[in-house]
């Protein structure tokens, strides 16, 4: 080892040693203290931070609880080895426990608290605080000191004087014997340090051999018992400037005692010279002073995370300090820097706001500069603005923009909006990007190392910032008259933001001329957000754009004039009673007619809703036509759908014949004209059908669009109308031409007919096609008998499975009778998926002249070498079962013999059974009926047997009614009752009982029998 590690070792140990007699002396002291005044002691109430946090029903388990979060504390120490400290965690699990409500096993965890607290102290070699940790069993004054210091929301009340002697009371052996050990260990360290005391002459010798030997982490370890050293050190040569600022005894006062070192700063700022004042700006950064741990006191919302209220500085005496500093000739430029630490944190004051403002006036660009970089540390910080607010009207072009810029993140700052005419565009250019309210808001909040640390809060409610007002309206329209485009381009914005505010149309309108698209882009945007109507002039000029996405938001804003305050479409109903209106008005229909014009827009989408709502009126029909047919295909198609869209709306009256058929002629051509040309031909009232018609028979026009007129004259049908459609099927592109036939199509039942029976003897048309129209043309009509079967003699002749379904239907309309069955057309057809239809229909009708028919499925050989298959043949059964006797059945009996499938077997048994019951029935009632005869004879020949003289044949009469029922002889039986002979009237009341006797109730369907 060297001399120089020799001496090194030596003056820590001199140190410590120094350290170990001021502790034993403050010790001593202390102790005498507190044994001529005890201190009160505390209990935890249950509340923190404002909400009671421990239940009368937790009470039971809460030792348990706090039992196991002392496990996890022992354990991570364990873990995590000796870097970890526990002092934190253990104070707070003592206030936990100690608990003003009474809880079982308190006084046991209160003694392993303490022993824990104490042993933790031990082991950073605290031995003072582990011996006062050991005693502590209820909270002491200097925690609750500590926790209201840290904010951490404890609510404490004093102990009663009979919880303090339970306390006192409460030791366990363990913790006696923890404390005779600790006292034992302070009694040698004590001893030891008296021993030092013969080498260590002062403290102040130790520092300044610390500082000789370049170990200022020494000095710091001494703590604030060094700052009268360090002081006298710095007293001695204020203009000192050592070359290493961390051997500046200064820069050392500044971090063992902060307090201190401001008080010896500001007490002796005017002793030194121009180094003197240097040396001090310099010790405040090397020391940190304005950014460390514990500088900033931040009282966070209950439930945050951060928070818009800047933090409290926890020593002034720093502020105060660079308030003189700021205004020294010197060194105000070099405070700057540490004044930008407090611009930070919002905490500038009044003196330091002036003195600020006089550098920066009176500074030169230099301090312009420094200016500009304090400005952004501080940037939205209002302790800041009333400083950039005086600046920003200087007349050097450097300083105004820069605080201009500043400014912006301020909302409405009135200093920064007089500025709107500076002939500075930068300047200008932070007025219009102030409005956009867009900027970022700071915020502050804590972190683990107990400092405060700033950040911005860019979205949200708190980000907001005030629209404008109706008030601000001249400031945005000089700027949007600003003859820079990025100037306009806030301006813009804001305006569009901004509904209060209201700008000259002519200013708009000379924006929708600008030669930037981006600027014409950014106008026809902004009133995506604004309540009022685009203004119709300038709406007419941006329908003549000729950049595409200028058209499409041109297309919206239309749209957006038949939208209600909401923005949701009006409803007619709403529109006509008069609870909404919309924002159209005549004088848009030069913008629309524009729009329509525009070739740059063929092929973008409009609403059609919009020209509908120009062509309620006749003047909107002549404008938008007369635009259309002098434009494109394209502007026609869509004029077309306008005029469709609302039909009982619309002024057709303006709409000459010649205009609508040179409508649907043009718009036929157009890349949109699906959703134009069909729906005006099919809207167009009746007195356009002459047009339509001639379309459909000139066979110069388009075949699709003849398609199309030829379903919307449908109403017109004849000879000559059905040639021209059979025409447009034989053609090349008949598909197609057809498809405007749709159900849509209004065909008289007898044209339609007609039509359909030509259709099906034309030659060479597709099939498919064919079947299809035929389909659309029938489903929601019904089908003639002779038209029913020639679609089926064309499918027995053709085949085509494209027919199936017309067969099906076409099956449904024929009624077979034993005359006309149609056996022979339905074998015919059978074989091209046919037979469900075929036997469905041959079982509603169950004549004798089908059962060879069904007879044959049921074998399995059906007619016209069809498919064989299950299905088939349980519709056959279903058929038979219909018939109700014995034919049907001996043919049931010839299928179950001829088949081993599950599903027809169980459909013949069910048929079969369906046949049993009928019989049964049938031969019940045909017994009921002769039953019922009988009796009635047998009463007949009994009833003048009541008056016989014979008194016996009188009695056997009465006896005889009564047990054949005959209730409604019972007043003939009643008369009986006054007849001489005894017998004759006992007879007649047994007879009488017998026909009133009550009937005994049939017994309910679930219940079991009863022996």
Known sequence: MNTSQDATVMLRVLLLALLGILWSEFARAHAQNEATAPATQYVWTGVRDGVQRVKPGELAGYAAQLERDLAKLQVAREVDGPAVD??????????????????????????????ARAAEFERRGELALARRAADELLLSSAVRDELAAEKLGFELKAAPDELVRAATAAATPELVALRNRLDAQLRGATAGGRGSTQVVRSLEEAVDRALAEEQPSLVVDLGARAAPALEALVRADFDALPSRASLDPLVLLFRVDEARGAAFALEHWNRGRLLWRKRVLRAMGEAAVLTNPGTWLLELPVNQIHTRTPPTLVDTGWRELLGRAVKDEDVGLDSFE??????????????????????????????????????????????????????????????QVVAAQELAYFPRSAALLREFASPTTAVRAAIAHSLLGNTQVPIYRPNASSSVLPAWLTEGPDAERPPLEAGDSALVDALLGDAEEHVRAAALIAFSRSPAVVVDVARLVAIARDPSVDSRRRLVNSWQQRLEPIPAPVLEVLARETDVRVLDNVSSRLSDLIRGPDGRPVVEADLLAGKVSWRWSDEYVPALVAWISNPAGDGLNVNPEIIAVA????????????????????????????????????????????????LLRGGIGARVYKDGVPRLAYELPSTYQPALRGILLDRSAPNDLRGFCAGASASTADAQWRAAVLELFAGPDGA?????????????????????????????????????????????????????????????????????????????????????????????????NLGSPILTRIARAHLDAHLPFLERVMLGNPPGGGPDTAENRIAAANALAS??????????????????????????????????????????????????????????????????????IRAQAARSLGALEAVEHLPALVRMLKDSNGDVRKAAQAAIDALTAPKPAAPAPNEPKRD
Not at 91 to 111: G, H, I, K
Not at 809 to 815: D, T, V, W
Not at 919 to 934: I, M, P, Q
């Open 86 to 115: 526990l002092r934190g965690g253990l104070r707070d699990l003592w206030v936990r426990a100690a608990l003003a409500n009474e809880y079982p096993r308190r006084w046991d965890m209160l003694a392993k608290i303490a022993a």
């Open 736 to 832: 197609d031409a057809v498809g405007g036939l749709s159900f849509r199509t209004q065909l008289p039942v007898e044209e339609r007919d007609a039509l359909l029976l030509q259709l099906l003897d034309v030659p060479g048309v597709d099939d498919k096609v064919t079947a299809r129209f035929f389909g659309n043309l029938s489903a929601k009509h019904d089908m003639s008998e002779p038209l029913a079967i020639a679609v089926l003699e064309h499918i027995a002749a053709t085949g085509s499975l494209e027919w199936i379904g017309a067969g099906a239907m076409a099956l449904l309309r024929l009624k077979p009778t034993e005359a006309r069955p149609f056996t022979d057309l339905f074998e015919r057809v059978y074989p091209y």
């Open 883 to 952: 018939y109700l006797d014995d034919r049907a059945a001996a043919i049931l009996l010839k299928g179950l013999a001829a088949t081993t499938n599950k599903e027809v077997r169980d459909a013949c048994f069910a048929a079969l059974e369906s046949i049993r019951r009928y019989e049964d029935e049938r031969e019940r009632w045909a017994t009921r009926k002769t039953s019922r005869a009988a009796r009635e004879a047998a009463i007949a020949e009994l009833v003048p047997m009541l008056a016989d003289k014979d008194a016996t």
């Open 338 to 399: 540490e004044i930008a630490n407090l611009a930070t944190y919002d905490a500038l004051d009044a003196p330091l706001q002036m003195g600020l403002i006089a550098k920066i006036e009176r500074g030169g660009p230099a301090a312009w500069r420094a200016a500009s970089k304090l400005f952004e540390a501080g940037r939205g910080r209002e302790s800041l603005r009333p400083v950039l607010e005086r600046v920003v009207n200087r007349r050097e072009q450097e300083l």
């Open 615 to 662: 062509c309620r009126k006749p003047e909107g029909v002549t404008a938008l036509v007369r635009a259309a047919l002098e434009s494109s295909a394209a502007a026609q198609a869509r004029v077309a759908s306008g005029l469709a869209y609302n039909p009982e709306r619309t002024a057709w009256s303006a709409l000459s014949l010649e205009d609508a058929e040179a």
